[in-house]
């Protein structure tokens, strides 16, 4: 008669959806960034830097304007 062992010894390990999951992280709140254009400076509010980036980048192209800096508002 053969038996299976891994019915009779099972992993030491749980299976990945029985694990326990690290806490989940509040979202922050999003940050005020100067986007500066070639006519002028603008603010936005995005969730991070590369958002606020891409964000800055697409207002630009939509204005026909040059990107020239984004920055955090509040960074000294």
């Known amino acids: ?3 299976n062992n891994s019915l ?3 992993s030491p390990n749980p299976p990945a959806n029985l694990a326990q999951r690290p806490p989940m ?3 922050q709140p999003p940050r005020l960034y100067d986007v500066t254009l070639r006519s002028g400076t603008i603010s936005l509010l ?3 830097s590369e958002s606020a980036a ?3 980048l697409e ?3 939509e204005r026909n ?4 800096d984004v920055k955090q508002a509040d960074e000294w």
């Not at 304007?65 to 020239?68: G, Q």
């Open 1 to 3: 008669m053969s038996t």
């Open 8 to 10: 009779m010894h099972p």
């Open 25 to 27: 992280i509040p979202p």
């Open 46 to 48: 995005a969730p991070d």
């Open 54 to 56: 891409w964000m800055a």
């Open 59 to 61: 207002l630009s192209s």
């Open 65 to 68: 304007d040059v990107l020239i």
